[in-house]
Each structure stands twice: as C-alpha cells, then as structure tokens.
C-alpha cells in the first residue's frame, strides 16, 4: 500500500493527521540507527505518533520512538520469547507501540527487505509474527477488516485519539 493511500484510508479510522510535519523526524531516527524504517510507518507515526488510539493501542512517535526503545527495548531483549533484539541494536526490531494489556507491538525487518508486524502478547505469553506489513495491519486491525483474537471490537469510527 502506497504511504498516502495509508494516510488517506486512515482518515475516516482516525480523523484528520494530530501532527504535523515530523515524518522526517521519525525518519531520522531510523538513520541514526542505521535502518530505514518502512515509509507507510514513517508517514503515520508522523502524523498520528505519540498517541493513544481507541483507548487501547499506543503508537509511538518522533518524540517517543527512542525513550520508548530505551525503556520496554531492556525488557524485551530480557523476554526469551522474543526473537531478535530491539533497535537501536544493529538487525533489531522496531518497538513502536504496545496495547494497554501489555501487549509489545514490533516491526521486525525480513530477508526480502519488508518489515513486517510482530507482537510480544503478554497475556497469551507467545510471539505472534505476521505476513503483514505496518499500514496494511494498522489499518486492517483498526477498521476490524483483519479479524484478531486479541484486539477489542472497536466503537464506532472514527476512534479516539487522546494526546
């Protein structure tokens, strides 16, 4: 999916973008960790980062990607069910958010170039790797087109995001 095709079926699931120009902020980041992060994830946690959607998942922005690497990334690289370390680590993956159940969200870079979604789910005490790429897992899981057993039936769109 092309970054702004996300962005723009992202609208009516979120309302209008909360922020305003720091996509090349998040960008950044990833250069100065050596990586470049996918440019669907750049563009949302751009525009909707450092949030908390539907009073349930929060996703990380320009002003939270490190701190939040530096305080749940010790933790996670302690977990023994998860796979690969997190960034800034060289090869790790990017935290980039978590659920209020304590859920740990990840984009976890593949062999053929494609980041794709992982979680660390605390309750179910396993990792969960998908096919899926950020803005086609946002979206789906958002929308309730891609059907989980461990995200809630969201309220009527759009969801509610709080700062």
Do not use: C, K
Request: aromatic share 10%; net charge negative; hydrophobic share 40%.
């Amino acid at each position: 999916m092309r970054t702004n095709e996300v962005l723009d079926t992202l609208i009516p699931i979120l309302g209008p973008p909360v922020r305003h120009g720091e996509a090349d902020l998040v960008a950044q980041i990833g250069q100065e960790w050596g990586v470049r992060f996918p440019s669907d994830f750049i563009e949302v946690a751009g525009a909707y980062g450092h949030t908390m959607i539907g009073e349930f998942i929060f996703l990380a922005g320009a002003s939270s990607i490190r701190s939040y690497a530096e305080q749940m990334g010790t933790h996670m690289d302690e977990n023994t069910t998860v796979p690969r370390a997190v960034l800034p680590t060289p090869g790790g993956s990017l935290l980039w958010g978590n659920t209020i159940e304590g859920d740990q969200l990840f984009l976890q870079p593949q062999d053929d170039g494609r980041w794709t979604v992982s979680a660390f789910r605390r309750n179910h005490r396993d990792w969960l790797g998908t096919t899926h790429e950020f803005g086609e897992w946002f979206i789906g899981v958002l929308s309730g087109e891609l059907e989980t057993d461990w995200m809630p039936e969201w309220p009527p769109l759009p969801l509610d995001i709080e700062m």
